[in-house]
């Protein structure tokens, strides 16, 4: 079991780094729920926006870390650190650019990148997380307060009841913006989403959050997109036949489960997908 400090701990910051992780902050990256500042001695610190819960904080530290112990190349979260500038975790820097952005800058060694993030995909699936919070209550609950209608959610929560249950490492955000690609291979960031559960579900969100999450939509980047996600999928499948069970069925949920939280990207091509999602599971199709 991992524990997690409660209060940061200051006092445990190495001291060649207190004083100048509040005095010296530049800017290095920020996403959606956070930015990323450089500080001495090869660290950063992420320092989450105001609106992050302190739940999924300590999430974030104890899937990083719980990774990180597996042998799952990460950035080990060092501390957690309440400074004025927010509410943080210290990191030591990972040197190298994302996945996305080396794909661009190196297009014919795409696929082979997609089938090193398979494979990465793979060895993390193969560690267990029995303390981290079950992928299937995060399912069910974004069913139950998304928009699909009462009788679809209930007839998608018979079918994920169903489904099998398990207890593997689940990173719930693995896309190629996740992914620093340094000298020694690929590095998996931002475990904020993470749970423990069945791996189908994780390799579907992958391809789901390539071909329709967030990020460019213009014709030609949709089709790398669609051919990037398949390249990942084949792959994953092609090394880890096991690994995957009742696709169909958790498809459907996964995509459902989305509507609840989703940026308007390429929505009509995903409200298709999720259709046809649903019309091959027997649910009824949403409109929209
Ligand atoms: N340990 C690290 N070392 C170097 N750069 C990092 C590190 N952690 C994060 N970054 C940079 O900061 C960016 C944002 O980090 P991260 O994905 O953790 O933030 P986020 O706000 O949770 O992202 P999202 O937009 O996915 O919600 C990354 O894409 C990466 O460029
Ligand atoms: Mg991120």
Known sequence: ????????????????LSG???DDLSTLASGASARV?????????KIFHAGVSEEMIAREFAA??????CGIA???PVERLRLKAGRAILYPEIV?????RRMRVRPLHSGSMLRDMAAFHRRIHDCP?????SLREVLRTDIIHGPADPAL?????????????GDRLLHGDFHVKNILVTQGGPVAIDWSKAARGAVTPDMLRTEMLMRFGEGPQDWLTNRTRDWAARCYADHYRRIAPAHLAQVPEWRAIVALAWLRARAPVRQKAFLAYLNRALMDVGLTVTTG
């Open 64 to 69: 990083a870390t719980l990774a990180a112990n």
């Open 1 to 16: 079991m991992i524990s997690i400090p409660r209060e940061p701990l200051h006092a445990r910051v190495p001291s060649t």
């Open 37 to 45: 500042c450089r500080v001495a001695e090869g660290h950063v610190v």
């Open 153 to 165: 959610q209930q007839a998608a929560l018979r079918l994920l009841d169903g489904l099998p249950d």
């Open 20 to 22: 100048i992780v509040e």
């Open 74 to 76: 990460v950035a080990r």
């Open 96 to 100: 190298g650019p994302t996945m996305m």
């Open 129 to 133: 997380a029995p303390g981290l919070r």
